[in-house]
């Protein structure tokens, strides 16, 4: 390889290189920056002084720990229950034959489906008003429970219906990606298991899982950088004022410092993201190494 | 453990209703395999041969028929109960395991009292380790071992149960052609080390006769001949048989019998006494023909191939059914440099008469 070959090769990154650049590292870099600049004017683009001043108030400002409170919760129970489930409905769906398509299709719909639109759903669904109690609450009513007003009522009730939500949400992707991963699991590795006498459980257990493992990985690792960076579930069941609701999240937070009623403070809004990242890197880095041991590529 | 097969027969039924191609895979499998010997399931692609041996794993049921192993009737049993050791052609070892995990594995199915204990089951992997020759290499991963290593692991977890019936689909096919010979040399080893009755499923002619001690030749479905792969070779049933066994393969050529002599053309190429007259199919095995001046058959040279000891003589004749006749000769007698023609005597022995409509084998006497 001469030198004439590596210059070849930046000249064909360039494009891409430019509006990555551009696009991507500039923000970063930037947001980045904003964060350190204490009492930045958009409108004047100007600052009194470089400092931890923002990182300070977002982390004293109460609105900020409910939606650190609350994605932590929504993490915390949706990753782990979403993929979970996930990987039952795919083993089952995998070893079913009839009606196995028309399951497939029933359970791929909510992705394709319109989040506001699958809010709207659940709604209807979850919300007290002054006519009706809702689908659930009629439900509910049967075991002589209720009613609970899940959208604007207790904050655990709320929380359900968000976590519910989420994970309805988000396992259509999952399931699809399991189901083909079991279907790409080699037949002959079952049959020989099956020749030496295994059982389901363990088949399932020392063969099945580590199979799939790398699947499963990728999974939780995207389970668990989406439920951190998740907003719009909240915004559909909730309404725009998360604060209010006592249900924003840390994206809503940034959202809300940068354009809501509270908006114009991009710097608060930078370091509540930086937060952020500092935050789904840490855990990115935790489940890294604990793939190391469990996964087998 | 001998193994009886009665009757066994395997249908897959057709796609969907509307067509009628369901396959007959299996088709009235009569033989017995006696207790301790290796036996080679010999066959073209598609004949049926893996699905046997599915069948006598128990991983598919039969349409109908029995399966005995010694005298139990193992049929309805399922693949775990019958005792059977499996080796797939891919090997199916677990990659994400060690060599010492999978071979490990059959024996931590165990359950109660068939369970043994953990010293007792480290022994034992050792022990099918050592016979295979892969005791060094214990913790290694499947993917970081060459293909015959593969198989060797693939045999020594198939044993390690001690198995009553050890089964080997295709077990040389993934190797390369000196791996293969190695291979198969060390399978009829570990075979008789153990005394494990064994069947093994393969479309390579020469690795079936080389090892086994009975070959079972099929063809659609349908046994042709069983013996011993010497009695195949010297007496097939069928022209089937006799083009199927033997490289290079048997020269088949259009014939004739009258008056208990063979034309081959104009030429009355063989005393063939007991043979009804009629058209025929004469094979010719390669090793048959004796080159001689004042022989009987005439044919044209094309050219000679040297293998050291032997050469081979390719020869075209207008009655041939392929493309060219193939005889191998000692190289004295290799024919001059230049020569159009070549004449040949022949070894009755190496003559076979099929029914041109038919194609079973009409005997004849040979003095």
């Known amino acids: 390889m001469g030198k004439d070959n590596n210059l070849k090769g930046w000249l064909y990154l360039l494009p891409a290189i430019l509006f990555l650049g551009f696009f991507m590292v500039y923000p970063l870099i930037d947001v980045f920056v904003y964060s350190f600049e204490e009492g930045y004017n958009s409108a004047s683009q100007t600052f009194f002084g470089v400092g931890l001043y923002n990182y300070s108030y977002v982390l004293h400002d109460t609105y900020f720990l409910q939606a650190l409170k609350n994605t932590f919760i929504l993490v915390i129970i949706t990753v782990p229950l979403s993929t979970g489930i996930a990987l039952l409905i795919s083993v089952g769906l995998n070893s079913i034959k009839p009606l196995k398509n028309l399951f497939q299709t029933v359970y791929f719909l909510p992705y394709v489906t319109n989040t506001l639109a699958v809010g709207l759903v659940f709604m209807i669904l979850f919300k007290k008003t002054a006519y009706t109690d809702g689908l659930i609450n009629l439900m509910l009513a049967w075991f002589k429970r209720g009613p609970i007003d899940f959208i604007d009522g207790p904050y655990w009730a709320k929380m359900f219906v968000l976590c519910f939500y989420t994970i309805w949400v988000v396992m259509p992707f999952k399931i699809l990606i399991l189901t083909s991963a079991l279907a790409g699991v080699n037949q002959d590795y079952y049959n020989a298991a099956k020749v030496d006498g295994t059982s389901a459980f363990r088949i399932f257990r020392r063969i099945t899982l580590p199979m799939i493992s790398p699947m499963i990985f990728y999974l939780v690792i995207t389970g668990f950088i989406g439920a951190f960076k998740a907003y719009s579930d909240a915004v559909a069941l909730f309404g725009t004022n998360l604060n209010a609701a006592g249900m924003n999240t840390i994206v809503g937070y940034v959202y809300d410092m940068l354009y809501g009623d509270s908006g114009g403070y991009p710097s608060y809004a930078s370091a509540a993201a930086i937060i952020l990242f500092a935050v789904v890197f840490t855990i990115t880095l935790i489940n890294l190494s604990i793939s190391k041991k469990n996964v087998h590529y | 453990m001998k193994v009886v097969l009665e009757h066994l027969t395997k249908i897959f039924p057709s796609r969907n209703k509307k067509s009628n191609d369901e396959v007959i895979a299996v088709n009235d499998f009569n033989f017995e395999i006696p207790d301790g010997k290796l036996i080679g399931l010999l066959g073209p692609s598609g004949c049926g041969k893996s699905t046997a041996l599915n069948l006598i794993s128990g991983l598919l049921k039969p349409t109908s028929g029995k399966i005995y192993f010694g005298d139990d009737d193992v049929t309805g049993l399922p693949p775990e109960n019958r005792g059977v050791g499996l080796v797939f052609q891919n090997y199916a070892l677990y990659p994400h395991l060690t060599v010492k995990q999978n071979i490990l594995f ?12 953990k010293e007792e089951m480290e022994r034992r992997a050792l022990e099918a380790a050592k016979l295979v020759q892969i005791d060094g290499l214990m913790e290694r991963k499947p993917g970081e071992m060459s293909g015959g290593q593969q198989q060797r692991v693939a045999i020594a977890r198939a044993v390690v149960k001690m198995p009553r019936v050890l089964l080997l689909d295709e077990p040389l096919s993934n190797l390369d052609a000196r791996l293969r010979l190695q291979t198969r040399e060390e399978i009829r080893r570990i075979q008789r080390e153990t005394g494990i009755t064994t069947v093994f499923v393969t479309h390579d002619q020469e690795e079936a006769m080389s090892i086994s001690d009975m070959i079972v030749v099929m063809k659609d479905g349908v046994v042709n001949q069983i013996g011993k792969p010497q009695e195949v070779y010297d007496e097939p049933v069928n022209l089937f048989v006799s083009k ?91 024919p001059a440099d230049g020569a159009r023609a070549v004449r040949f005597a022949l070894k009755p022995k190496k003559v076979f008469l099929f029914d041109r409509q038919s194609e079973e084998r009409i005997p004849f006497e040979v003095k």
């Open chain 2, 106 to 117: 059959p024996l931590q199915n165990l359950k109660g009292a068939e369970r043994p204990s």
């Open chain 2, 244 to 334: 199927f066994l033997g490289t290079p393969p048997i020269n088949v050529f259009e014939g004739r019998v009258r008056a208990g002599r063979l034309f081959i053309g104009d030429e009355a190429v063989l005393d063939v006494p007991g043979a009804p007259d009629g058209e025929v199919w004469a094979g010719i095995r390669p090793e048959g023909f004796i080159p001689d001046e004042n022989g009987p058959f005439t044919c044209q040279l094309r050219g000679v191939e040297v293998m050291g000891r032997d050469v081979s003589v390719v020869c075209g004749h207008d009655k041939c059914a392929g493309e060219q006749i193939r005889a191998i000769i000692s190289a004295e007698n290799r």
